[in-house]
């Protein structure tokens, strides 16, 4: 899932003619692109979405929404490295396509027994 998450930016800086910022969200520091909001300044927060500044945000808000997103563990869905998770998923005997060291998965199971009509409540 793709979030549009707050986040406080660090710095800015031109890189090739394009205005650039570090930008902190919650703790985890990403290159964010600053082209559709061109006076954004240090200190100031904004929404971003996939590596784009889209909208200036204050503070209170800012922190509020990043609280609630790390409650819900949807920081480090968004943030989170993809490596740690596949190895995550592979100590637990987890794989992507849903199986596990024991067969299928219980919720792998029931989409199939629907497709051959079968588990209907």
Known sequence: MCLAVPGRVLDIEDRGGTRMATVDFGGVVKEVCLEYLPDLEV??????????????????????????????????????????AADGM??????????????????????HEDVAGEGHR
């Open 43 to 84: 200190g100031e927060y904004a929404i971003v979405h996939v590596g784009f500044a889209l909208q200036r945000l204050d503070e209170e808000s800012a922190r509020r929404t990043l609280e609630l997103f790390e409650d819900l563990g949807m920081l480090q869905e968004e943030f989170g490295d993809p490596w740690e």
């Open 90 to 111: 592979t100590a637990s005997g987890m794989t992507a396509s849903g199986i596990t060291a024991g067969g299928v998965a219980e919720g792998e199971r029931l989409v």
